[in-house]
């Protein structure tokens, strides 16, 4: 999954907004309708709202203020639930729009909840996000240290996936050197010899 900083939002772009409180929306991003549909929804107690505009959909993710590890959990176990509701509805593209302390955990939510293990499936069923574009307060190395989170996880995963007939010590020591090359370290694998 690729995860990019941008600038702005593009007018027809999919899009989720975190939020805290109905005082988090802005007028210029929403409309008095859909403000008070959205207001209505917190008050039910919704924690993802969507609103459809025809040319994108539009998810409202109303998370907690805190910034404890409670309310970071919190914001990953959400990330997977946009996770799941935008593979649903089969979109490619997702434009996270926060300036909240949770947006990196809300990130990595989504991106180890798309991890798939389909190396042995005949009839594969693909999730489609493919791209998340963060607009907000992220640093740059924040998102390079999301992307090595995920990948060395779903790299664990993978192994931990692979049948035990597969994943011997000979074959676990092939894909160690080839994880090497890729990350750019060395791998010396010893045999009784040594």
Request: hydrophobic share 40%.
């Amino acid at each position: 999954m690729d995860i990019k900083k941008a600038s702005k939002l593009g007018a027809n772009d999919n899009a989720a907004y975190l939020i805290t409180s109905d005082k988090d929306l802005s007028s210029k991003e929403f409309s008095k309708a859909e403000i008070t549909y959205i207001k209505k929804e917190i008050k039910a107690e919704q924690k993802q709202i969507i609103i459809n505009r025809l040319t994108s959909l539009v998810y409202i993710v109303v998370l907690n203020a805190a910034t404890d590890y409670k309310a970071t959990e919190k914001a990953r176990i959400a990330g997977h639930n946009l996770t799941t509701a935008l593979n649903t509805a089969k979109i490619k593209t997702i434009s996270i729009v926060s300036d909240l302390a949770v947006t990196v955990a809300f990130l990595e939510g989504i991106a180890l909840s798309n991890y798939q293990f389909l190396k042995y499936f005949s009839k594969k069923k693909v999730n489609t996000l493919k791209s998340v574009k963060v607009i907000g307060k992220v640093k740059p190395t924040e998102l390079v240290e999301i992307e090595n989170t995920v990948n060395a996880t779903n790299y664990a995963k993978d192994l931990v996936n692979e049948p035990q007939s597969f994943l011997t010590a000979t074959q676990i020591a092939k894909e160690i050197k080839l994880l090497g090359k890729e990350a750019g370290f060395t791998v010396e694998v010893l045999i009784k010899r040594k």
